[in-house]
T-cell receptor, first 118, second 113 residues
């Protein structure tokens, strides 16, 4: 149980286009999801906290107009990278916390999405 | 501020060898400490955790002890297997894993048969 999926797993796009990444909790509901970014051989860095039905909370230095987050349901959060540029190329990972019941103090992670901007 | 430093990899060991991956942290207050593992092609999984000083987290033969005096949370396993090959992340959270997590840079472990 407690599986989180991400789609797509890999995406290549041209500079200036927008890319949407989906994060789904497959067998549980999640009021809170997190979006992380990982550069090669570096730590995962938290970008934002996504709460169902409200605006996301962004970490310092993360452009909210650049990285649009929508958490419209208890099983889906989306990250849209707008007007992508090569420096946005990275590995994006989401995590989700189950709503209520057991395991509500544990984050479950998706497998990540590799974004390459040409 | 809060930060995590872990030994750089890659680490390559033979099967049945003893494993230590060092991790030290800087934090205000009393954070919870975690080890996450990422197997090839999969998402991060919580391997073990400790929420207060002197606690020992353990799972799948891995252990780590929360040492406040040395601000360390080193990961150990007495006899590694090929299936342990993965990337291991040390991490901390000011409260619990339900809140913001700060990760180390990860250590890639490869086990030779």
């Amino acid at each position: 149980g407690a599986v989180v999926s991400q789609h797509p797993s890999r995406v290549i796009c041209k500079s200036g286009t927008s890319v949407k990444i989906e994060c789904r909790s497959l067998d549980f509901q999640a009021t809170t999801m997190f979006w992380y970014r990982q550069f090669p051989k570096q730590s995962l860095m938290l970008m934002a906290t996504s709460n169902e039905g409200s605006k996301a909370t962004y970490e310092q230095g993360v452009e909210k107009d650049k990285f649009l987050i929508n958490h419209a349901s208890l099983t889906l959060s989306t990250l849209t990278v707008t007007s992508a540029h090569p420096e946005d190329s990275s590995f994006y990972i989401c995590s989700a916390i189950p709503f209520g019941g057991a395991g509500t103090d544990t984050q479950y992670f998706g497998p990540g999405t590799r974004l390459t901007v040409l | 501020g809060n930060s995590v430093t872990q030994m750089e990899g890659p680490v390559t060991l033979s099967e049945e060898a003893f494993l230590t991956i060092n991790c030290t942290y800087t934090a205000t207050g009393y954070p919870s400490l975690f080890w996450y593992v990422q197997y090839p092609g999969e998402g991060l999984q919580l391997l073990l955790k400790a929420t207060k000083a002197d606690d020992k987290g353990s799972n799948k033969g891995f252990e780590a002890t929360y040492r406040k005096e040395t601000t360390s949370f080193h990961l150990e396993k007495g006899s590694v297997q090929v299936s342990d090959s993965a990337v291991y992340f040390c991490a901390l959270s000011p409260y619990s894993s339900a809140s913001k997590i700060i990760f180390g840079s990860g250590t890639r472990l490869s086990i030779r048969p």
